[in-house]
């Protein structure tokens, strides 16, 4: 933070010289060469600190153990698509029991991961409050027809 610092006050200083020296020249053909001098001069102090982006080592993802990066990047990912699959397969839930008035108090998605990196839905399990009980059949048959996976229903009791 104080390099930048640094060249904030530089800058500025040599831009208070740069306007002294426009002010200064004449309005002829040398003062147009020291305006063009100043103005090259203001332009190098300004990007200066680019020139120091050379020493600014590269970061390199090859230090890093290729099973150890590549292992953390599936996990992460594998996690995310979980959580956007089980929303989507929740939300799909909801809107599906809505037509025949019943909501839900839970879903809960049990997927897995085969050896090639997929996931599957191995089952979904819908938990109803007391109110919906009655409609559960109705709902586990309506579920495993729309999403074609093993559908269980618990009743929870509050």
């Not at 060249?7 to 147009?32: D, E, N, S």
């Not at 959580?83 to 897995?112: C, F, G």
């Amino acid at each position: 933070m104080n390099a930048v610092t640094g060249w904030a006050a530089a800058l500025c200083t040599a831009a208070v010289g740069c306007t002294a020296l426009h002010m200064l020249a004449p309005k002829g053909g040398l003062g147009k060469l020291l305006r063009l001098l100043t103005a090259a001069f203001f332009l190098c102090c300004m990007v200066s600190p680019l020139l120091e982006l050379k020493n600014i080592t590269p970061l390199s993802l090859d230090t890093l153990p290729a099973e150890v990066s590549a292992e953390a990047l599936q996990e992460r990912v594998n996690a995310q698509f979980e959580r956007q699959v089980t929303a989507a397969l929740e939300q799909v839930a909801r809107q599906t029991l809505e037509n025949y008035s019943l909501e839900p108090a839970k879903v809960a998605i049990k997927m897995d991961t085969d050896e090639n990196g997929g996931i599957y839905i191995t089952k979904i399990i819908l938990y109803l409050d007391k109110q919906n009980a009655g409609g559960a059949i109705a709902a586990k048959q309506v579920m495993e027809q729309r999403l074609g996976v093993e559908v269980d229903v618990a009743v929870l009791e509050e």
